[in-house]
């Protein structure tokens, strides 16, 4: 669950075609201010020719979910420097031909574009359908899957997880082999069974205690407990699931040669387990003075317990529980910049850019879900609200702490949150300061005119389209730092605003 400091802000699909279809200058400005590509986006020198590893990269953004953008005649060693490609039909040949051999084939639109002054060869690599994946090559049988920046061919495990999207998820109604209605936790069930007798009228006509249990799922026709049911009821999933736990550590300063401390391992039911983990990041989490409405200082986690305990019970509950999955846990980790939770199975049925919009719900473990609304932690408290608002609580908490907005990554067999610490912000807001966008090549241009210029020669000074100079100098203008001159049947020049006219 390593992330790099190199890993660049989460972009949708939808977000970097339509970038890209008005100027692919800003997402190569993007790829700039990072110092990476990343999970949807790779880049390649291909000054030599074909590059080597071209079929890898296409297949790896074939299996990520909603696909990629594949760029040849960036020079990622040299700042992503645009570089002369000599052969340029011939790659987008290459690409075609590379794209038809994997199965199944993958879909892919090639497009030139122009930037400074080199022409560049963008691939927008279509997602393979969840049903057909993993995309690979049939000569070799080997498939690759995007981690951050980098291609890597699939484990045989992996491969597993993505066959198991094939289907329609069931895993969490399957039957545990070996257990009895013994290993329930016959209390907690009574308590369970009052509750929801009070919010799902219908159950009330079920006055056996077993035959309720098997109408709702804890157990099967045959009385053995559901995945579902021993992970929600169970005295101890872990005699028969011991991987299906929460880990936990803070990482020591990397200066130092203490690698981790505070580190734990939870388990017991996702209830048990979701109350240790709380009690644990209230314990461990670092602190930070706050101030109250009343002018107080008090002491409070550098991250919200109200966005820890959603990401975390979202985790629990949403996790895949599929036997590829069942040797792995999930894993809360603290550094000096900020707080990772990472879990088996990616998103199911919903994308990262839909995630805390209202009515964007989906449910992969549907007998999980339908429990832990009514279900109690050992406190009393419920483990999930089920109407679609914990991300948005997450969001909310996050931004009234002053803290960045939560990233997240969906490689389609793992999903990963992180929130950044205020030191990590800071460092942040320093560096986006220091990053040449396109609307300060735009004013700079400006300012280096003795005249006023319109946009097309602006355009060609500095090797722009006239989209992206347009945007750049509708913001200028809405900053007050430049003005147009011009009008009715004239053309429209600008210049840059002097300093007396701001004064």
């Not at 979910?65 to 290459?94: M, S, T």
């Not at 996702?270 to 990041?281: D, K, N, S």
């Not at 939770?341 to 999980?368: C, M, W």
Request: hydrophobic share 35%; proline share 5%; charged share 25%.
């Amino acid at each position: 669950m390593e992330i790099s400091d190199r890993e660049s802000p989460f972009i949708s699909i939808s977000q970097y075609d339509a970038e890209m279809a008005e100027d692919i200058v800003q997402l190569i400005d993007r790829l700039r201010s990072t110092g990476s590509d990343w999970a949807q986006v790779e880049a390649k020198k291909a000054a030599g020719g074909t590059p080597t590893t071209l079929g890898e990269s296409l297949c790896s953004l074939a299996n990520h979910p909603g696909g990629g953008v594949l760029i040849l005649g960036l020079d990622e060693a040299n700042h992503f420097a645009a570089v002369k490609l000599d052969n340029i039909q011939a790659l987008k040949q290459a690409i075609g031909s590379k794209a038809r051999a994997f199965h199944p084939p993958i879909q892919v639109t090639i497009e030139e574009q122009q930037v400074d002054g080199k022409t560049l060869i963008v691939a927008n690599v279509k997602e393979c359908p969840p049903s057909q994946k993993p995309c690979k090559d049939p000569r070799t049988g080997k498939s690759w899957v995007r981690s951050y920046d980098g291609d890597y061919e699939i484990s045989s495990l992996e491969e597993q997880a993505f066959l198991a999207t094939r289907e329609a998820p069931s895993a969490d109604c399957e039957p545990v082999n070996g257990a009895t209605i013994d290993d329930l936790d016959l209390q907690l069930l009574d308590s369970w069974i009052e509750t929801v007798k009070q919010t799902r009228p219908p159950l009330r006509q079920f006055s056996d205690r077993n035959e309720l249990l098997r109408r709702t799922g804890v157990i099967t026709a045959d009385d053995v407990p559901t995945v579902a049911g021993l992970l929600v009821f169970g005295r101890y999933p872990q005699q028969y699931f011991p991987q299906l736990i929460v880990r936990v550590a803070i990482t020591g300063d990397p200066s130092s040669n203490i690698r981790a401390t505070s580190t734990g391992t939870f388990e017991g039911s996702i209830p048990v387990t979701l109350e240790q983990a709380m009690t644990w990041a209230r314990e461990n989490l670092r602190t930070r003075k706050v101030e109250t409405e009343g002018g107080d200082l008090v002491d409070d986690t550098e991250f919200p317990l109200v966005a820890l305990r959603e990401l975390v019970a979202n985790a629990l509950v949403h996790r895949d529980y599929s036997a590829w999955s069942q040797g792995q846990a999930i894993e809360i980790r603290v550094d000096r910049d900020g707080l990772v939770i990472a879990n088996p199975g990616g998103l199911y049925g919903i994308t990262i850019d839909r995630l805390g919009k209202p009515s964007a719900t989906s449910a992969r473990n549907q007998r999980i879900v339908s429990m832990c609304q009514d279900a109690r932690q050992p406190s009393g408290a419920r483990v999930i609200e089920a109407i679609a608002t914990g991300i948005q609580r997450v969001n909310s908490s996050v931004a009234a702490a002053g803290l960045p907005a939560p990233r997240f990554w969906d490689s389609g067999i793992r999903f990963t949150v992180r929130l950044d610490s205020t030191e990590r912000a800071v460092q942040t807001e320093k560096a986006v300061t220091h990053r040449v966008t396109i609307k300060d090549r735009v004013y700079v241009g400006l300012a280096g005119e003795k005249t006023p210029v319109d946009v097309s020669q602006l355009a060609a000074k500095l090797e722009l389209k006239k989209t992206s100079v347009r945007t750049a100098l509708k913001t200028l203008m809405s900053e007050n730092r430049i003005e147009s001159m011009g009008g009715k049947g004239k053309s429209t020049t600008y210049q840059v605003v002097s300093k007396a006219q701001n004064s």
